[in-house]
């Protein structure tokens, strides 16, 4: 295969995008016309490995999931995860759409404004409402010490 090569995958329908993995890739292998061994074939995974992941009794290694994302031209976040799983919800998605009109200058700002939003959002927990002080620290102490210190 030819690594500067990209490949174009043919669209896939929208029933493919509400399904579990074994769901997901049965479709896909059905889609093309594959049996599972010429599947098993094309990915250099065992047949009977092939017969588990459909069965849902077994879920891939990374190394599989990309060997199979490969073989039907798609990524791996589609096959593991369900249509809006991971990405912003519709509202958000379509000013990040939007955003491609910017210039780079302009994009640039966003992702600073953006990236400083999501700091203060996870530097929340680590601050006492209404006070502005760090939250307490649990004093963990190693059972090791403990004992030498009841010793003593």
Same mark, same amino acid.
């Given at each position: 295969?030819?690594?500067?090569?990209?490949?174009?995958?043919?669209?896939?329908?929208?029933?493919?995008?509400?399904?579990?993995?074994?769901?997901?890739?049965?479709?896909?292998?059905? +889609?093309?016309?594959?049996?599972?061994?010429?599947?098993?074939?094309?990915?250099?995974?065992?047949?009977?490995?092939?017969?588990?992941? +459909?069965?849902?009794?077994?879920?891939?290694?990374?190394?599989?999931?990309?060997?199979?994302?490969?073989?039907?031209?798609?990524?791996?976040?589609?096959?593991?995860?369900?249509?809006? +799983?991971?990405?912003?919800?519709?509202?958000?998605?379509?000013?990040?759409?939007?955003?491609?009109?910017?210039?780079?200058?302009?994009?640039?700002?966003?992702?600073?404004?953006?990236?400083?939003?999501?700091?203060?959002?996870?530097?929340?927990?680590?601050?006492?409402?209404?006070?502005?002080?760090?939250?307490?620290?649990?004093?963990?102490?190693?059972?090791?010490?403990?004992?030498?210190?009841?010793?003593?």
């Amino acid at each position: 295969m030819n690594p500067t090569r990209t490949m174009q995958a043919p669209p896939l329908p929208a029933s493919l995008y509400a399904m579990s993995f074994s769901d997901r890739i049965i479709a896909l292998r059905r +889609e093309r016309g594959m049996t599972q061994q010429g599947f098993a074939d094309a990915t250099g995974i065992h047949v009977q490995q092939i017969k588990r992941y +459909e069965a849902d009794t077994s879920q891939p290694s990374a190394d599989a999931l990309k060997k199979i994302a490969v073989c039907f031209g798609v990524t791996t976040d589609w096959l593991l995860f369900e249509d809006a +799983e991971r990405g912003p919800d519709d509202d958000l998605r379509l000013q990040f759409e939007a955003m491609n009109q910017l210039s780079t200058e302009e994009k640039a700002v966003a992702r600073e404004v953006l990236e400083g939003l999501l700091l203060k959002h996870s530097a929340r927990k680590w601050i006492v409402p209404n006070t502005g002080a760090p939250a307490a620290k649990k004093k963990v102490t190693s059972t090791k010490r403990q004992a030498s210190a009841a010793h003593r």
